[in-house]
Antibody, heavy 120, light 111 residues
């Protein structure tokens, strides 16, 4: 059974750095063709893709947020970590992690999401 | 404004059929597979369709997908009240390695 779960602070202050962890089970990120992505959704608005990391440690970022994002993985812990620097109130959103197996080429399993509010 | 364009809302009565469109450029939809996601209120998105028209295990055949040129369509037949949700199309910028892109979402109301 594939599961993913996001964890991290519910509240961060402007200019702080956000660190989110995606802990997953039921698959391995060392499997050829496997990827894990981060996606966010501001309240009441659409989904926005942020980044993904491949089984071979290749990393890809949203062009508009590239300078603020870092994605990494710990295969032994089945975790993917996303950091976002210089947080702003407009970054208030629910942050999801999701799996992308290459044979599906889509986000086939999602975590429940973690709401992050940016406020002083 | 999203790179993929969807109608903000559609509505239909239970038992009826509905389609939701998703349009984009030739470099995005035209060259990549399209997927569709259902987001019920207060929940994470759920994959309904991938590779334009394939359904994951467990998704009923009331849901279908198609793509032609730079547009994709999600079809839902025999609408049920439980289908009331926001539906998103998604694909990739030129390739998976260039990153993902979603439509703005379509709110389906089952009257």
């Amino acid at each position: 059974q594939v599961t993913l779960k996001e964890s991290g602070p519910a509240l961060v202050k402007p200019t702080q750095t956000l660190t989110l962890t995606c802990t997953f089970s039921g698959f391995s990120l060392s499997t050829h063709g496997m990827r894990v992505s981060w996606i966010r959704q501001p309240p009441g608005t659409a989904l926005e893709w942020l980044a993904h990391i491949d089984w071979d440690d290749d990393k890809f970022y949203s062009t508009s947020l590239k300078t603020r994002l870092t994605i990494s993985k710990d295969t032994s812990k089945n975790q993917v970590v996303l950091t976002m620097t210089n947080m702003d109130p407009v970054d208030t959103a629910t942050y999801y992690c999701a799996r992308i197996p290459v044979i599906v080429d889509a986000f086939d399993y999602w975590g429940q999401g973690a709401l992050v509010t940016v406020s002083s | 404004q999203s790179v993929l364009t969807q109608p903000p809302s559609v509505s239909a009565a239970p038992g009826q059929n509905v389609t939701i469109s998703c349009s984009g450029s030739s470099s995005i939809i035209g060259n990549n597979f399209v997927s569709w996601y259902q987001q019920l209120p207060g929940t994470a998105p759920k994959l309904l369709i991938y590779d334009n028209n394939r359904r994951p295990s467990g998704i009923p055949d009331r849901f279908s997908g198609s793509k032609s040129g730079t547009s994709a369509t999600l079809g839902i037949t025999g609408l049920q009240t439980g289908d009331e949700a926001v539906y998103y199309c998604g694909t990739w910028y030129s390739s998976l390695n260039a990153g993902g892109v979603f439509g703005g979402g379509t709110k389906l109301t089952v009257l």
